[in-house]
């Protein structure tokens, strides 16, 4: 993924919570992506922290806590948003709901996205600097079996 130049409005714009109302910044982001030879873009705020991509949310793995940015701090809240939650709970991963900046994606230890039509997707790379291992990593894997499984995506 690349970090998009475009950001997605701030508290005196459209709710960013309701998915159609940020669709324009959406659209321009995923624009600059695939120019970049990307499938998503990370999106950032109007005050620089992460929203989460063109497409859904945003998660980093550290130390085998999984971080996102809170619902409603400019980050989308689809519902795989919560599933993805309640099955990183259940697996037994910590969660920390906290404001991102692009250095917690840079220096993770994993990333991965989660949109309602794209389901869990590793990010191994993010503007020209490789995450982790530079591959899907052991949480990502093990989220996005269980994922897969809950939707009977193998079906």
Same mark, same amino acid.
């Given at each position: 993924?690349?970090? !998009?130049?475009?950001?997605?409005?701030?508290?005196?714009?459209?709710?960013?919570?309701?998915g159609s109302l940020s669709a324009q910044a959406n659209?321009? !982001?995923k624009?600059?992506?695939t120019a970049a030879?990307?499938? @998503?873009a990370l999106v950032l705020d109007a005050t620089g922290e992460v929203a989460g991509c063109t497409s859904g949310n945003v998660f980093v793995v550290q130390r085998g806590a999984i971080h996102t940015p809170p619902a409603?701090?400019?980050t989308l809240d689809p519902i795989d948003r919560e599933v993805v939650l309640e099955l990183a709970r259940a697996a037994g991963c910590g969660i920390v709901e906290r404001p991102l900046e692009r250095y917690d994606v840079y220096v993770a230890d994993e990333c991965?996205?989660? #949109?309602? !039509?794209? #389901?869990?997707?590793p990010v191994v790379e993010c503007d020209g600097?490789?995450? #982790?291992?530079?591959?899907? #990593?052991?949480?990502?894997? @093990?989220?996005?079996?269980?994922?897969?499984?809950?939707?009977?995506? @193998?079906?």
């Open positions: 993924i690349i970090t !998009a130049a475009t950001p997605r409005p701030g508290p005196v714009g459209p709710s960013s919570r309701i659209v321009l !982001a624009i600059e992506a030879g990307c499938l @998503d409603g701090s400019g991965f996205l989660s #949109g309602t !039509a794209a #389901g869990l997707i600097r490789t995450i #982790g291992t530079g591959r899907p #990593g052991p949480v990502t894997s @093990d989220l996005r079996r269980r994922f897969e499984e809950l939707i009977g995506a @193998d079906a």
